[in-house]
């Protein structure tokens, strides 16, 4: 038994050996004392500009008085009232130390730990721990999970035991924060505390009820704001929040519109076609199938295959006729998806009317004989999950749980569609931002309360200036006033400066299998040079190099390169790319060839516009060319 004294709690049971050693036991076996472990400041690197960075908050020298007054409400709310009672912060270990973020949640929620701290006590998920109850300083307990649960333990498992300590560290000082904004106080651990409390208590309760991410929350369910960005992945609108400090001296907690990505809830099976692209059953089951490699004749993953790994670590349910409870009501976890099927994979089962075991009965026959179901995509790679031993179900049983952040960069198509669902105008995104408000509802926040921490759900409303328009100025004094519309003609204008030498070795690349009729590039090519002409533009060739470039983006830049740089002798100045869509991969190689591998400036078209051969799409061209050549579009006017 550990040492009684106040303020101490020993919960230990007689299978923990009658106490734990305040020296860990690995380091005692080795025949090291904890004294002689380096410790983190010994491997620490001093950074020369660490004492460089503010440590007060820098004050503003004034405030503008051009333009119009006028007020504007900001996605700020200040806050109204601090914990006044004082907030016991505890340092937390459970298990070594070093356990997996699952076993730390299911050990701090057992009812056992949780009628040890109380009502109210705040847990980061990780070490340290809030209170404002009155707990011992020092707790230290075993927590049997298998007893939590109401698991009877196997015996060829070892115990299902954990420890737990819980020590109080510290007291935060909130007022600290107030001494901070008062400027009686510089910023120091006390203040980054302080603020590190109030964070967590904001987060506690919205982290128990939302999908938390960080500091953004997503409602369970939903359905107004979601939008499929394609290959099975869904975008969520939710809140932000977090404390920040503002001027005049006061706190106030910033409130946002947050924008995610998640797996859609559907069937396993229905993510597969979607992320592989698949049309019907017979294309994705060929897409599954392993290639061989052309030099050595090996068998490996196709590409599509590959691409299913990202489905990989994402928690789903079982779900299928005449299922049982235990298997309907458990939550697994995707291993991997293994390259067999419910036909080709095969296992030994025992019958049990005759009790014999049968051998190489495939997962499709054990699905037919042992539940009745037959099996709609059989040929389909079945999920493995995670488990101690190999557990696979097929794909068409699987479906993936709400909630699943999907953390892979999104394609082009996907991120255009990000983009229409994420942008919103004002009015819109202030009822977003309210939609967020009723979502953390702040009023009735369990934690806030019990902690004393108030928040006005109102908008701060500030005092703001509406700046004139500038005036856009280009060459022989000539002067653009696009207003507040952002918008104006370039009709008459010349670039402020031209480009610096003579536009003489350049070429033109069409891409694709089909591309665009010559008579029709010609006359783009003729109408480009004209408009940059009427702009101020040097054009000396005014019929380039035309290639047709096929579709190998590396292949096109060099040979356009090389039949600029021979019919012209001397080093090319531009090329110029006709696309035939808007392939991001296609873009990115032509403009890594041309930038890297030759250090050429190149300009990009969509064969589209050249179709249409528009002067407004010919300004706009004009002026990025103009730019890259070496000469200035325009400036803002003095």
């Not at 939550?331 to 036909?343: K, P, Y």
Request: hydrophobic content about 35%; proline content about 6%.
């Amino acid at each position: 038994m550990f040492p009684s004294s106040k303020g101490t709690v020993d919960l230990l049971t007689k299978e923990s050996g009658g106490g734990v050693s305040r020296i860990p036991v690995k380091l005692v076996e080795q025949g090291i004392h904890p004294a002689a472990q380096p410790t983190r400041n010994q491997f620490r690197v001093d950074n020369p500009y660490r004492e460089l960075v503010p440590k007060d908050l820098e004050r503003r020298p004034g405030f503008n008085t051009s333009g119009k007054p006028a007020k504007v409400q900001v996605n700020s709310h200040k806050i109204l009232k601090y914990p006044v009672k004082p907030v016991s912060q505890y340092d937390i270990v459970i298990g070594n130390g070093a356990e997996k973020r699952g076993l730390i949640k299911s050990v701090w929620e057992s009812a056992t730990l949780q009628k040890v701290v109380g009502p109210g006590f705040i847990f980061d998920g990780n070490k340290i721990g809030w209170t404002i109850g009155k707990i011992p300083d020092e707790i230290r307990l075993m927590i049997d999970l298998d007893k939590e649960r109401g698991v009877v333990p196997r015996e060829d498992r070892p115990p299902n035991h954990h420890r737990v300590l819980i020590k109080k560290t510290s007291v935060i000082n909130l007022d600290a924060i107030r001494a901070y904004l008062d400027e009686d106080q510089p910023y120091g651990p006390q203040v980054q505390e302080a603020i590190t409390f109030l964070d967590h208590l904001l987060r506690e309760t919205p982290s128990k009820v939302h999908i938390a991410q960080k500091r953004s929350f997503f409602g369970r369910d939903a359905q107004g704001d979601k939008c499929m960005l394609g290959s099975g992945v869904e975008a969520m609108k939710g809140v932000y929040q977090s404390i920040r400090m503002a001027q005049g001296k006061r706190l106030v907690v910033n409130v946002d519109v947050s924008n995610s990505t998640f797996w859609g809830t559907s069937c396993i099976a229905h993510l597969a076609f979607q992320i592989t692209g698949a049309s019907d059953y017979y294309v994705m089951e060929n897409l599954l199938k392993s290639v061989r490699d052309k030099p050595d004749g090996n068998w490996r993953e196709s590409v599509y295959m590959a691409a299913l790994r990202k489905l990989n670590k994402n928690d789903i349910t079982i779900r299928f006729r005449n299922a049982s409870d235990a298997i309907l009501n458990k939550t697994f976890r995707i291993q991997r998806i293994d390259q067999d099927t419910a036909r080709t994979h095969t296992f030994d089962m025992t019958n049990k009317q005759t009790g014999e075991i049968e051998k190489n009965v495939s997962v499709a026959e054990y699905f037919r004989r042992r539940y009745n179901v037959y099996l709609e995509w059989p040929n389909f790679p079945l999920v493995e999950v995670t488990s101690k031993k190999r557990i696979l179900y097929p794909m068409e049983v699987c479906f993936m749980n709400k909630g699943q952040k999907y953390p892979y960069k999104l394609d082009e198509k996907q991120t255009a569609n990000m983009i229409k669902f994420a942008v919103s105008r004002p009015a819109e995104r202030k009822k977003a931002i309210k939609t967020g408000l009723d979502m953390l509802d702040w009023t009735k926040d369990p934690y806030l309360r019990n902690y004393g921490l108030e928040i006005d759900p109102n908008m701060l409303t500030t005092e703001a200036r509406v700046l004139d328009p500038p005036i856009v100025q280009y060459r022989d004094e000539q002067m653009a006033k696009p207003g507040y519309s952002g918008r104006w003609d370039l009709r008459g204008k010349k670039f402020l400066h031209e480009n610096p030498g003579k536009l003489t070795s350049w070429g033109v690349a069409v891409m694709g299998r089909k591309p665009p009729p010559i008579d029709a590039i010609n006359l783009y090519i003729k109408t480009f040079v004209n408009v940059y002409r009427s702009h101020g533009g040097v054009v000396e060739t005014e019929r380039p190099e035309i290639i047709f470039g096929g579709t190998e983006p590396a292949d096109a830049v060099m040979n356009l390169f090389h039949a600029v740089g021979n019919k012209h002798q001397m080093r090319p100045q531009l090329l110029v790319f006709v696309l035939d869509g808007k392939n991001a991969e296609q873009y990115a190689r032509i403009k890594k060839s041309a930038d890297c591998r030759f250090g050429v400036v190149s300009q990009c078209i969509q064969g589209a516009h050249l179709m249409k051969n528009q002067q407004q799409y010919h300004s706009n061209v004009c002026m990025k060319i103009n730019a890259k050549l070496g000469g200035t579009t325009c400036r803002v006017a003095l």
